[in-house]
């Protein structure tokens, strides 16, 4: 059974008088038949906790420089006007005794934890989205990785691959940035396109009569899964692994690049959807920079002299895992120059770097 948290917080304008304000909401917690243990943390003012019937639990802490914070857990399919009527008496109970001393009163909507549908993910830059998810379209664990698609009233069938948001069916403007923003001729070109298991890449390119696309994406349940749950992003292009204009290699995309190489193949575009850059330069995080490297100077290798190669980077407030990214640039085996476009991508819900490479 999901727990509903709730929090009701008051910033005052001077500090408190812990000792009174805790004997004063004492009554509204009797009122509710809940049961008191009282800590005393001196200089740090008081921290009580209240057991109620139906499992409800409840934390106050009065802190003495000025900040009030109470936390409600209930269970839920219990009566969910009981916390409501509480947090509402603890409310009034609070201006009655503090009168003009309340600089701020915040409440937030109640956070469900343990629930059978997960809503809550992080963005990139670390803050907490609740995406309005009613339901687990497809959720399944590939030899790679947790491949789950789930359904959001706002946005549609969302993919999520380890827990990491990677496309909707309302992200159109990811898939356009990365194709270049509709600048580029794909008509008659070759292109190359490094992941992109959603399909999305390859549904708009197909539209844009290129001479042949060669996609490359290493799980099949990927594949899968989106091909049945996320049409509205693929349509009918990953029915089929091979198309009048396209095929698609279900291979780890390293061995093929070198293949590509060796072979002296290259494209007119290179798309690399594989991964977005790390977001910090810590050791657990050196591997994802290696590859990302790695996928750098092979995509340099098969791309033509007039060639770009299309990527995204990550959300625009990690300034220094981009700076790194960028820094990378300069360490290929060939000089290249590059430009950037800031796009933002609905589901994300932050603003998204896209870069566009090219050979010096």
């Not at 844009?208 to 490359?216: A, C, G, R, Y």
């Not at 780890?252 to 690049?257: A, F, G, T």
């Not at 625009?316 to 991508?345: H, I, W």
Request: aromatic content about 8%; hydrophobic content about 35%.
């Amino acid at each position: 059974m999901a727990v509903r948290h709730y929090t009701l917080d008051f910033n005052l304008t001077a500090p408190a008088d812990c000792s009174a304000t805790l004997k004063g909401l004492q009554s509204v917690f009797q009122e509710q038949e809940m049961t008191e243990a009282v800590h005393n943390l001196e200089d740090h003012g008081y921290l009580a906790t209240y057991i109620g019937k139906n499992g409800r639990f409840a934390i106050l802490r009065i802190h003495p420089h000025g900040f009030v914070s109470i936390d409600l857990q209930s269970c839920e399919g219990n009566d969910n006007t009981e916390p409501y009527n509480l947090l509402n008496a603890l409310e009034e109970k609070m201006k009655d005794l503090l009168h003009n001393n309340i600089k701020r009163i915040k409440r937030l909507p109640a956070i469900v934890r343990g629930g059978a549908v997960d809503r809550y993910w992080p963005t990139a830059d670390g803050r907490l989205v609740e995406y309005d998810i009613d339901e687990v379209v497809y959720d399944e664990d590939s030899p790679y990785q947790n491949i789950k698609i789930l359904h959001s009233q706002q946005f549609g069938n969302i993919l999520i691959l380890n827990g990491d948001v990677n496309l909707s069916e309302s992200d159109l403007p990811y898939t356009k940035a990365i194709m270049g923003s509709g600048k580029e001729g794909y008509t008659g070109k070759e292109v190359l396109i490094l992941g992109g298991g959603d399909g999305g890449i390859l549904h708009e390119a197909v539209k844009l009569k290129p001479k042949m696309i060669t996609m490359v994406h290493i799980d099949q349940m990927v594949i899968d899964g989106c091909r049945k749950h996320m049409r509205k992003t693929c349509g009918d292009v990953l029915d089929n692994l091979n198309g009048d204009c396209y095929q698609v290699l279900v291979e780890d995309c390293v061995p093929v690049l070198k293949k590509y190489a060796e072979e002296g193949r290259t494209f007119d575009y290179v798309i690399n959807d594989l991964t977005a850059v790390p977001i910090s330069t810590a050791p657990e995080e050196d591997s994802t920079w290696e590859f990302l490297r790695l996928i750098l100077d092979l995509s340099m290798k098969v791309l033509r002299p007039s060639g770009k190669y299309f990527t995204q980077g990550n959300c625009v407030n990690l300034t220094e895992a981009l700076d790194n990214y960028e820094e990378q640039l300069g360490r290929l085996y060939c000089p290249v120059e590059f430009s950037k476009e800031v796009v933002c991508v609905p589901s994300y819900m932050e603003l998204w770097m896209f870069y566009t490479i090219w050979k010096k």
